[in-house]
């Protein structure tokens, strides 16, 4: 079963710019989807962005399409979220987590790493 692990979260100011890792333990990472999830303080946990197995295919909410980049490296078993042009709306919990590569769920999930966007 994967482990997934979260990192490169803190403190930015507005319109600046933040990377976040996952790195996944296990030996069937490119087999897996991998998706970027949110949840600030009050409200729901909401889908920013996913990527297929291979890294084909990604997916964008509104909300952060034309912002952030989902990206992965099955070789080092990363995925990675590029954010930038950061608003104080973006402050959240981000966490990652997998999926079968064909499947519908999210089944594994990280710790989550704290982003906070100042004004």
């Known amino acids: 079963q994967v482990q997934l692990v979260e990192s490169g979260g803190g403190l930015v100011q507005a319109g600046g710019s933040l990377r976040l890792s996952c790195a996944a333990s296990?030996?069937?990472?490119?087999?897996?989807?991998m998706g970027w999830f949110r949840q600030a303080p009050g409200k729901e946990r909401e889908l920013l962005s996913a990527?297929?197995?291979?890294?084909?295919?990604?997916y964008y909410a509104d909300s952060v399409k034309g912002r952030f980049t989902i990206s992965r490296d099955n070789a080092k078993n990363t995925v990675y979220l590029q954010m930038v042009s950061l608003k104080p709306e973006d402050t959240a919990v981000y966490y990652c987590?997998?999926?079968?590569?064909?499947?519908?769920?999210?089944?594994?999930w990280g710790q989550g790493t704290q982003v906070t966007v100042s004004s």
């Open positions: 296990g030996r069937t990472f490119n087999r897996y989807a």
């Open positions: 987590a997998a999926r079968p590569d064909e499947g519908r769920e999210y089944t594994n």
């Open positions: 990527i297929s197995g291979s890294g084909y295919s990604t």
